[in-house]
Each structure stands twice: as structure tokens, then as C-alpha cells.
């Protein structure tokens, strides 16, 4: 729904640039973006920011937001690229 997209790009917008860097807004806003097909922006949310995290699970949290999108649209070619890169 484009509304619930437009409050949610609102509210990204508002926030501070320390809270948004932290991983659960970081997955939040892929989810968001996947959500509404625009995956772009959710991979370049993911690839922004994938390299700032050194513990495995943030890393795999971060993996695991942009993999859902890609499942949601149908694209198994890049999800299993995604997955392999996990490995």
C-alpha cells in the first residue's frame, strides 16, 4: 500500500542518523523498501551498510532482510547468490 510506504519513507527521514544505523532499523527499512518492490533501494541499503558490522549475526540479520525481499519477488537466482555469499 503506497500510503503505509510514504509514512514509512516520513519516518526514515525524521530519524537521527544514529539511530539509523542501527541494524534493526537498517533490516526494518530493506523490509520496508522489499515490501513495496523496490528493491533497489533495499540492496542499496544492505551493500551501504554490510561492511559496518563485524559481528556474524548483524552481518546475517542484514543478509537475511535482503534475501526475504528477493524471495517475495520471485528472483531464486539472487537469493541463492545471496545465500552462497553467507556461506
Known amino acids: 500500500d503506497l500510503g503505509w510506504f510514504q509514512k ?12 539509523l544505523n542501527n ?3 537498517q533490516c526494518s527499512m530493506i523490509t520496508l523498501y522489499g515490501k513495496c518492490n523496490d528493491i533497489n533501494n533495499a540492496y542499496n541499503i544492505f551493500n551501504k551498510n554490510i561492511n ?7 552481518i546475517q540479520m542484514l543478509y ?16 541463492i547468490e545471496l545465500f552462497n555469499e553467507l556461506k
Open 64 to 79: 537475511a532482510s535482503l534475501m526475504d525481499c528477493y524471495a517475495k519477488i520471485g528472483n531464486q537466482y539472487k537469493l
Open 23 to 25: 541494524i534493526h532499523i
Open 52 to 58: 559496518q558490522f563485524n559481528n556474524d549475526n548483524d
Open 8 to 19: 514509512g519513507l516520513k519516518i526514515i527521514n525524521e530519524m537521527d542518523s544514529i539511530i
